[in-house]
């Protein structure tokens, strides 16, 4: 589960930011599936090599916002509510800050639009094939 999610210490975005971006792009880009059971807190901050109370934060943080949901003593899941009638708007909402971000960093490290295109074109055909 972890190579899912690649967190940088050295970057400066907070570890917390960048977990709750990474899970968020998981579910975006169908990495993570709706019902799909992510690890306990533990789990995933030893994979992560992170503080536990920061993946706990994370996951408070995406449960309050409706995209996760816990089930007391089987665990956290990756929430249907959040792609309901009422929460579509939020998450196209979500799905364009996301877009926004990833061109801005990207521009300010000189890829083009182009480029991106192309990577992702490619990385979307390698998901095919390997399906």
Request: net charge positive; proline share 3%.
């Amino acid at each position: 589960m972890s190579q899912i999610f690649s967190l940088s210490p050295s970057h400066p975005m907070p570890l917390y930011a960048q977990l709750t971006r990474a899970i968020r792009f998981a579910i975006a880009t169908g990495r993570l599936r709706i019902g799909e059971q992510l690890p306990t807190v533990r789990q995933l901050a030893v994979e992560l090599r992170v503080n536990a109370n920061t993946v706990a934060k994370v996951y408070a943080e995406l449960e309050r916002s409706g995209i996760l949901e816990t089930r007391r003593g089987v665990g956290t899941f990756v929430s249907a509510r959040h792609l309901e009638t009422g929460h579509r708007e939020e998450h196209e909402k979500h799905l364009q800050e996301l877009v926004d971000r990833f061109l801005e960093e990207a521009s300010a490290m000189g890829f083009s639009r182009d480029d991106l295109l192309d990577q992702l074109q490619s990385r979307r055909k390698k998901e095919i094939k390997n399906v």
